[in-house]
């Protein structure tokens, strides 16, 4: 990623991030309080690698909690059983005369 990328991404985000407190709708992740005061000063001055410790978070949470908790969820399971129906050869008996 290029300087010219992260400053477009930075005015991105930080239009998007406007956009929500404007809605008083700003989705929070669960990070610790100084990886989040870390964040908040690297995006005065953004770099490739600004947002790597809160991803590090974000995907040891997914890992623990959101993935197996999606893995068990009543949608997935349905999506597994439509996808194991269609693999299952569908058996045709003929009858004999």
């Not at 998007?16 to 000063?41: F, H, V, W, Y």
Request: aromatic share 8%.
């Amino acid at each position: 990623m290029c300087l010219d990328e992260v400053l477009q991404w930075s005015q991105s985000f930080e239009k998007l991030m406007a956009t929500k407190r404007q809605l008083g709708k700003g989705e929070q992740i669960n990070i610790d309080s100084p990886t989040r005061e870390a964040i908040i000063m690297n995006i005065q001055k953004p770099t490739p690698s600004c947002f790597d410790e809160a991803q590090r978070i974000v995907y040891l949470h997914m890992e623990r909690d959101s993935y197996p908790r999606f893995l068990g969820s009543a949608i997935y399971q349905s999506l597994l059983r439509r996808l194991s129906a269609r693999r299952e050869p569908s058996v045709s008996i003929k009858e004999t005369e």
